[in-house]
């Protein structure tokens, strides 16, 4: 039992790390998935890439339009 919990206690902190990864290279650009010029404390919304590009269907328009927001990029950053 003990070395199941060392395992999820392991995946846990891997999964942790992840998301954490990806909120600090979004917030400063690290140059991994969000090139250098282009951070969150650059002025550059967090949300226009995903937002604005890989909606498709009958509420892209709605998505779209959400691109940029204030609100929508703490959340975005935050969830």
Excluded at 6 to 29: E, N, Q, S, V
Excluded at 59 to 72: E, M, N, R, W
Aim: aromatic share 16%; charged share 10%; no cysteine.
């Amino acid at each position: 039992m003990l070395n199941q919990n060392k395992i999820w206690l392991i995946l846990r902190l891997g999964l942790g790390f992840i998301y954490l990864w990806a909120f600090l290279d979004k917030l400063f650009g690290l140059g991994f998935s969000t090139e250098v010029g282009k951070s969150w404390l650059n002025g550059v919304s967090p949300t226009a890439g995903f937002l604005k590009f890989s909606t498709h269907g009958p509420l892209a328009g709605l998505y779209q339009a959400l691109t940029g927001s204030g609100l929508v990029d703490w959340l975005f950053m935050l969830g």
